[in-house]
């Protein structure tokens, strides 16, 4: 996995107990996630989508969690999952805007992201910080109605 696409870490997460992970996927009605699978059945790609929990709030969402398996990448498993999440959030979650967040170095995932129509509305200095080296993260928004 890379350590700077992600803000949790290996460490983190290798915590967490099965009924935490079970609790986060199951079915909610403000968001889900969504995942991928190859011919075989192993997974291939994952994405969150979450409506925000303020009613003023309610019209936007964000996008979290993307990852694809590096044996998956570059076959489209990404742009299927994230064109399924704005569906999803536009026609289930009554999403008008969906923002997302991603480090400025990841430049194929920002290409993806502004083919589907998200723009850079701010950068963050300094988001994460991996072995002592900081990295910035683009903050973007997709117009969906």
Same mark, same amino acid.
């Given at each position: 996995?890379? &350590?700077?696409?992600? /803000?949790? @870490?290996?460490?983190?997460? @290798? =915590?967490? *107990?099965?009924?935490? #992970? ?9 968001? $889900?996630?969504? $995942?991928?699978?190859?011919?075989? $059945? /192993? ?6 989508? %979450? !409506?925000?929990?303020? #009613?003023?709030? +309610?019209?936007?969402?964000?996008v979290?969690g993307?990852?694809? *398996? &590096? +044996?998956?990448q =570059?076959r489209?498993?990404?742009a299927?999952l ?6 999803y ?5 009554? #999403? @008008?805007?969906?923002?997302? @967040?991603?480090?400025? %170095?990841? !430049? &194929? ?11 850079t509305? =701010?950068?963050?200095?300094c ?17 969906? #109605?």
């Amino acid at each position: 996995m890379a &350590p700077t696409a992600l /803000a949790a @870490s290996v460490e983190e997460e @290798s =915590g967490r *107990t099965l009924a935490e #992970i079970e609790a986060q996927l199951g079915a909610r009605d403000d968001g $889900g996630i969504v $995942g991928a699978f190859d011919k075989g $059945g /192993a997974l291939a790609g994952l994405v969150g989508v %979450q !409506r925000e929990r303020f #009613i003023k709030l +309610r019209h936007k969402g964000y996008v979290w969690g993307v990852y694809v *398996t &590096p +044996r998956a990448q =570059g076959r489209g498993v990404g742009a299927a999952l994230l064109e399924f999440a704005l569906r999803y959030a536009r026609d289930e979650l009554a #999403i @008008s805007r969906i923002n997302l @967040s991603v480090n400025t %170095q990841n !430049r &194929p995932a920002i290409a993806l992201y502004e083919k589907l129509g998200f723009k850079t509305f =701010g950068v963050e200095e300094c988001y994460l910080v991996v072995d002592g080296v900081a990295y910035d993260e683009l903050h973007m928004v997709c117009v969906l #109605i």
